[in-house]
């Protein structure tokens, strides 16, 4: 212990305190209560990794290398496939990381060779010759300067989208990169900010937070730490705020400097992560992948990892590309590939048994080849083929683009039906306030319209009362799921047009957008994860607001996420008014020409008033 505390760098805090403790404890009787608590403390105290003592490392000369760059990039396209912007935004991060600690070695160097200099001169030969006087004190020498490293100022990366689409994974491959040690923090559940801060050493037990705990474990001042699943910290509570411990620096009593540490979190949702935690982090979002896509992450990295894992190789078991295609589209619908993985296990085990029983009764009938009749046998009934049959055109129908509580986007019908009643809206589906207010809405707006729309005789009857009172009853299914979200007002438009005119929107057709009582079609957010959503629902046009329009053809990164593939296999309509909306959804109806022509003609004109009137 007393080597350890000689080793810390002089004048520093860490070797103040410890030296104070290190003096009470051989002070405390041995058989006091308190010896063990000194004790302990001392012990992680002196395990830390403190940047002032710690010497240069490998790691930053290797970040000095001309091909340190080429390497990382290399590294993260073999271990992911596509994420062009993350991977940007990281060799961004590395290449900043380069430059300063060039510009550090560049100081360093200059320092050296300033001092040889100075050391090699004449008046170093003079002051060497000089007798020095037994009576005056030796002069005192520098204090050892601690190695000098750049503080790494940048923000903490957010890796935030739907489960299983590589954020923990990124975090491990700029670790190798980085030749770091990789540490993972899971904060999923956290209730009380001891765990993160660490406790007080009155209490029994009591031990320092998790981010301490990591740089124990990993030895070094400048780990990779992932924050992982930081959205899911619980709130404040009677143990005190875990999200806001985050923010603190300062453990076990001593100012730690975490400058060299980089910190990466990963989140399936904004929505709970606080204001200034946020605040503090640089968002980075990974939609999901494309069938095409999966099916190249598939071939590449999943089949022989599992083929590996279940004691196979690519000679005793080999998947057909129409049977993996077919696995992607009828037993899994996701943004990620981990369900895809599983699926790939399952026919992995399943030819892994084959195999062993055609081994021990040596017969030559074992096939290699899983075909796509073949996964029935294996997986069972396919779980989307009974959803999309059952997606047809129906009154008062129409579907949705939405983003589930996990990040992924999805389509859901928005239901309606007409009830003997007195002129009352009903709602159903577990839906929140805001969402309660767009059906309002939307309602009141298709009563405003009912006349030009061909739905009423008279601009003052109301549709709802006349020829006979009714109540219309929306409903939006999966009523255990919590619905809320200023993303539905188009969609429950076209589900009231229809049902009141007799309509039919197409089941190829999705939408999205809020309206204003004007008519209007505002912006709405998670339009990249929607698309992809119905992209695999099999959804073949999509209706988005004119506002949005960026977030599909947007230049550089910002249209790069969707991939050319779901730009080439959908059609996109971008709307700016409700008549907009209701004339493209309608356009291929084949029920009731005569009024769909009506609908039709009059969008048109509405459209041009406001045209003109702007």
């Given at each position: 212990m007393k080597r350890k505390i000689a080793a810390l760098a002089k004048g520093s805090e860490e070797r103040t305190v410890a030296v104070r403790?290190?003096?009470?404890?051989?002070?405390?009787p041995p058989g006091s209560v308190e010896t063990s608590?000194?004790?302990?403390?001392l012990d992680w105290l002196l395990s830390v990794p403190w940047p002032s003592s710690t010497p240069h490392l490998e790691a930053e000369k290797a970040v000095l290398d001309r091909a340190f760059l080429e390497k990382a990039r290399a590294t993260l396209d073999a271990d992911h496939y596509g994420l062009q912007k993350v991977k940007r935004r990281l060799i961004e991060y590395l290449a900043v990381l380069r430059l300063k600690q060039m510009e550090v070695a560049k100081e360093l160097e200059e320092e050296e060779a300033a001092k040889r200099t100075l050391d090699a001169g004449p008046a170093a030969e003079e002051q060497a010759l000089v007798l020095r006087d037994p009576a005056t004190p030796a002069p005192t020498p520098a204090p050892s300067k601690p190695p000098r490293r750049f503080a790494n100022k940048g923000p903490?990366?957010?890796?935030?989208?739907p489960p299983g689409v590589g954020k923990t994974s990124i975090a491990q491959s700029l670790a190798r990169a980085l030749n770091r040690p990789f540490q993972r923090i899971s904060l999923g559940g956290i209730r009380d900010e001891a765990e993160i801060r660490g406790h007080r050493r009155t209490y029994v037990g009591s031990a320092p937070g998790n981010i301490v705990q990591a740089l124990r474990k990993a030895g070094r001042p400048d780990p990779v730490i992932l924050l992982d699943e930081i959205d899911k910290v619980s709130q404040s509570n009677y143990h005190g705020d875990p999200a806001a411990a985050l923010l603190e620096d300062h453990y076990i009593n001593v100012p730690i400097d975490l400058s060299q540490v980089l910190f990466i979190a990963t989140a399936n949702t904004l929505d709970t992560i606080t204001g200034p935690l946020l605040d503090?982090?640089?968002?980075?979002?990974?939609?999901?992948?494309?069938?095409?896509?999966?099916?190249?992450i598939a071939k590449t990295y999943l089949i022989p990892k599992q083929l590996k894992t279940n004691g196979l190789d690519g000679e005793r078991c080999q998947i057909e590309e129409d049977a993996l295609k077919r696995m992607i589209k009828g037993w899994t619908r996701e943004a990620g590939v981990r369900s895809l993985e599983r699926v790939v296990g399952a026919v992995s085990r399943a030819k892994a048994v084959e195999w062993s029983e055609a081994q021990d009764s040596a017969s030559n009938t074992y096939s290699a080849v899983v075909k796509e009749e073949h996964l029935e046998n294996i997986l069972g009934t396919q779980i989307f083929d009974e959803e999309e049959r059952d997606r047809t055109a129906r009154r008062g129908v129409v579907y949705g683009l939405v983003v589930m509580g996990d990040g992924d986007g999805g389509i859901l019908p928005v239901e309606t039906a007409v009830l003997p009643g007195s002129g009352q809206?009903?709602?159903?589906?577990s839906l929140g306030d805001v969402i309660k207010e767009s059906a309002g809405l939307a309602l009141s707006w298709v009563k405003g319209h009912a006349f030009e729309l061909g739905i009423t005789t008279s601009p003052a009857t109301d549709p709802l009362k006349h020829p006979e009172p009714i109540d219309v009853h929306l409903h939006l299914p999966a009523g255990a799921q919590k619905k809320d979200g200023p993303s539905a007002g188009i969609a429950m438009i076209c589900a009231f047009v229809s049902l009141l005119s007799g309509l039919k929107v197409p089941s190829t057709i999705a939408?999205?957008?809020?309206?204003?009582?004007?008519g209007a079609v505002t912006a709405v957010g998670g339009v990249k994860e929607k698309v992809l959503g119905a992209h695999r629902a099999g959804i073949r046009r999509v209706i988005l607001p004119v506002r949005n329009r960026r977030d599909i053809f947007g230049a550089g990164a910002a249209g790069e996420e969707l991939g050319e593939e779901?730009?080439?296999?959908?059609?996109?309509?971008?709307?700016?008014?409700?008549?907009?909306a209701l004339a493209a959804a309608f356009a291929d109806s084949n029920d009731d020409s005569e009024r769909r022509d009506l609908v039709l003609q009059w969008t048109k004109s509405a459209s041009r008033q406001v045209e003109s009137r702007l």
């Open positions: 403790e290190f003096r009470r404890l051989r002070k405390i608590v000194v004790r302990n403390y903490i990366l957010l890796l935030y989208g503090r982090c640089e968002i980075l979002r990974l939609p999901g992948y494309t069938q095409t896509d999966k099916l190249r809206l009903r709602l159903s589906g939408m999205t957008g809020e309206i204003t009582l004007r779901v730009k080439k296999d959908m059609e996109f309509i971008f709307v700016d008014r409700v008549e907009e």
